[in-house]
């Protein structure tokens, strides 16, 4: 079966850090640009991050760009999102999604794969 499947969300106080990983089955991500979005309540889902096959480009959100870090492990079929200095404002569902290319992710938002998403709650 091909999916995405995120974990290692959860309840962290504002300032704290959270990793997030996107781990694939039933496929090798290494041919894939991958992506993290995120959508808050209320709101609609926005980019968060992307990173090409190689893992040799990364693109970010400017609001999160001194913050959120993304790396892969195409050894492991994983992609990761360390987020530090957590704020209440980045309370949301991240998905991971997986696309043939970075434009077709960061550009056009129309991957080829897409997770069911990991709850990240930042309160005191």
């Known amino acids: 079966q091909v999916q995405l499947v995120e974990s290692g969300g959860g309840l962290v106080q504002p300032g704290g850090s959270l990793t997030l990983s996107c781990a694939a089955s039933?496929?090798?991500?290494?041919?894939?640009?991958v992506g993290w979005f995120r959508q808050a309540p209320g709101k609609e889902r926005e980019a968060v991050s992307c990173?090409?096959?190689?893992?040799?480009?990364?693109s970010y959100k400017d609001s999160m760009k001194s913050r959120f870090t993304i790396s892969r492990d195409n050894a492991k079929n994983t992609v990761y999102l360390q987020m530090n200095s957590l704020k209440s404002e980045d309370t949301a569902v991240y998905y991971c999604?997986?696309?043939?290319?970075?434009?077709?992710?960061?550009?056009?938002?129309?991957?080829?794969?897409w997770g069911q998403g990991t709850q990240v709650t930042v309160s005191s």
């Open positions: 999604a997986a696309a043939d290319s970075l434009i077709q992710l960061w550009v056009d938002k129309r991957p080829r794969y």
């Open positions: 039933g496929f090798s991500l290494d041919s894939y640009a």
């Open positions: 990173i090409n096959s190689r893992g040799s480009s990364t």
